[in-house]
């Protein structure tokens, strides 16, 4: 198995970096177009997942960046908490929550 060197080569940033294309390309549909705090909160939980990843990859400390992917794990979260709210509120498409939904899954594997 080879060493990875840049960030860009984890597979969690490139799922995140999908996550956040993702919220930002539905954050511009439906009622939620319209409710720019909550678009707003959505993209930025979004796109915490992917900076901390490539923040805390380059700490270049095992336990700093396990630190970075609880924070990632916490963003995950908030953004599936927000589904919810989204869901209630008939802001998307129930296709596209699911889409994000899965998107924001972390595995503890």
């Known amino acids: 198995m080879s ?16 996550l956040v294309k993702e ?3 539905m954050s511009d549909e439906g009622k939620l177009a319209g409710d720019f705090d909550t678009r707003s909160q959505l993209r930025k939980a979004a796109l915490s997942t992917m900076n901390n990843i490539a923040e805390g990859f380059g700490r270049y400390s095992r336990k700093d960046f396990i630190r970075f992917l609880d924070t990632v794990q916490s963003s995950a979260l ?18 596209s929550i699911d889409i994000l939904r899965m998107k924001s899954m972390i595995t503890k594997t």
Do not use: N, P
Request: aromatic fraction near 14%; charge should be negative; hydrophobic fraction near 40%.
């Open 3 to 18: 060493k990875i060197e840049r960030f860009e080569d984890l597979k969690c940033w490139q799922a995140a970096r999908e």
């Open 23 to 25: 919220v930002y390309t």
């Open 78 to 95: 908030k953004v599936q908490s927000m589904l919810y709210v989204l869901s209630d509120l008939h802001y998307l498409e129930a296709g």
